[in-house]
């Protein structure tokens, strides 16, 4: 068995491609009516269609889960992620762990949690 794809709900779906385009140069694979699978496995779901399957509210900025990226240009990512998208909102602003790496954590449009951080 392998891992295919990790499905992330979104409200504005177009939005929310040219974001993850914006950002991290993903790029569209497959639009499927309510679905779009874009390059690395990433696959956005109109939260309609989701909501319809699974029959429950979604839940925004639960934190529990992450996407995680990863940038040896850690500082001129942000300055992208701030000119870009002035409005963003920060779980953590930049920081370095013990082991020296640096992360930062933020939502994206819909309040799914990203982690960029520089490798490791």
């Not at 068995?1 to 499905?7: E, S, V, Y």
């Not at 140069?25 to 390059?39: A, F, K, Q, R, S």
Request: glycine share 6%; proline share 2%; net charge negative.
């Amino acid at each position: 068995m392998k891992l295919k794809n990790i499905l992330i709900v979104v409200k504005d779906i177009e939005k929310s491609k040219q974001f993850y385009h914006d950002l991290f140069g993903l790029d569209l694979v497959l639009d499927n009516d309510g679905n779009m699978i874009l390059t690395e496995g990433l696959v956005l779901q109109d939260e309609k269609v989701w909501r319809k399957f699974l029959g429950k509210e979604i839940v925004q900025k639960s934190n529990s889960c992450e996407l995680y990226f990863e940038e040896k240009n850690i500082e001129a990512f942000i300055e992208n992620l701030e000119k870009r998208y002035p409005d963003i909102q920060y779980v953590n602003r930049l920081m370095t762990h013990s082991w020296g790496q640096k992360v930062i954590r933020f939502y994206d449009l819909d309040g799914n949690m990203i982690e960029v951080g520089t490798p490791v």
